[in-house]
């Protein structure tokens, strides 16, 4: 059975899917909301619940009810959310039903329960940002390249070359800066997931596969992307020397 923090956890999934897609609004029907959660249609269906989450993040000042039906709740109910908003994953949904499912748990038991989807979603947009940030080294890299290559015959070779080789080795050694914020921050992430996550967990990890030293996770400092930026920056300090001493 739908719990309500489903239903929250699921609408912020999709606010957060749809700024990552550069919306500026959504229009969500408590019919698909519930669908995507499971449990509709059937007879154990939580529609007043759905409903209920819904109009808990409808604000009257940038929201709008698109359709409403005649008794309050149903699955025709549809709103459509300005973006970009507060997307806050939490279980103060949760609690009510976990401990009405666990009569044995108490409220604070259920506050302690971690949140492995947020972490999910922390780690994924960090991936999204190294992804963004090779790309635009390789881009700025390969233009300088094509630059040096092009100016290296020219009257003025061995100042452009050098030139070149600067904001090339100055690139690289930012964008691997930058990376390895990235790496931090996931690390970061993981080991606040080993020490925080439940003992009885069996649902997916917050990442495909762990490091093998999960004790300190190291070993994230250390990916392919953070050595790609050192060869780029040992490579610009090569050239740079060799223009430095044979160019003239």
Known sequence: MATRGQFHDELMRLFQ?????????IEVSAG????????????????????????SEFSADCDLV??????????????????????????????????????????????QSPYEAVIRQM???????????MLWMAAFNGLLFAALGFAWD?????????????????????????????????????????KKGPKDYDGPGVVGAEPLDSERLYSMYGPPWIWLTLIFSVGWFLIWRFVF????
């Open 154 to 194: 020219k009257p003025a070779a061995r100042f452009l070359s050098l030139v070149f080789c600067a904001l090339g080795l100055s690139t690289s050694a930012l964008s691997g800066f930058g990376l390895f914020l990235s790496s931090s921050a996931q690390r970061r992430l993981l080991l606040f997931w080993h």
């Open 32 to 55: 698909e909301l519930h669908r995507s959660v499971g449990g509709y249609p059937g007879p154990d269906h939580r529609m007043p619940v759905c409903c209920s989450v819904m109009r």
């Open 66 to 111: 698109l359709e409403s039906p005649p008794k309050g709740d149903g699955a025709s109910l549809t709103i459509r959310y300005n973006l970009p908003r507060k997307v806050e994953f939490n279980n103060r949904h949760l609690e009510g039903d976990r401990v009405a499912a666990k009569g044995s748990e108490t409220a604070e038991q259920a506050n």
């Open 123 to 133: 780690m994924t947009r960090e991936d999204e940002l190294t992804n963004q940030r």
């Open 17 to 25: 899917h749809a700024v990552n897609n550069g919306l500026e609004n």
């Open 245 to 248: 001493k044979y160019v003239r």
